[in-house]
């Protein structure tokens, strides 16, 4: 069997088993906001410091499936120059990946 061959077997094959499963996948999502907060010498830096205590705070508070800041939603982030170092909030609204 050609290497051609063998992909579209496999993709046929993967296209089968999502559509017996399902495959329908969504977000479920909280209706309160997590909000968090740092600081940092670079602006990059204050964002990312600020994202991962979102995590850590939405993890302590429902669970670390809730965690994951890509999937939040209703997402936001102000940084600011205090005059010596940048300061970011970001809030959003954790949200659990679910397959169904």
Not at 26 to 41: D, F, H, I, P, S
Not at 72 to 84: F, I, L, V
């Amino acid at each position: 069997m050609s290497i051609t061959h063998r992909t579209l077997a496999c993709a046929a094959t993967l296209f089968a088993l999502v559509a017996m499963t399902g495959g329908a996948q969504a977000y479920q999502c909280k209706t309160t906001y997590v909000q968090a907060e740092a600081l940092g010498n670079l602006k990059f830096q204050a964002a990312k410091s600020a994202k991962a205590f979102w995590s850590q705070a939405a993890k302590n508070k429902y669970d670390l499936s809730w965690s994951v800041w890509n999937i939040a939603a209703s997402k936001s982030q102000n940084c600011n120059w205090t005059g010596t170092k940048f300061y970011c909030i970001v809030k959003a609204k954790p949200c659990l990946y679910v397959v169904q």
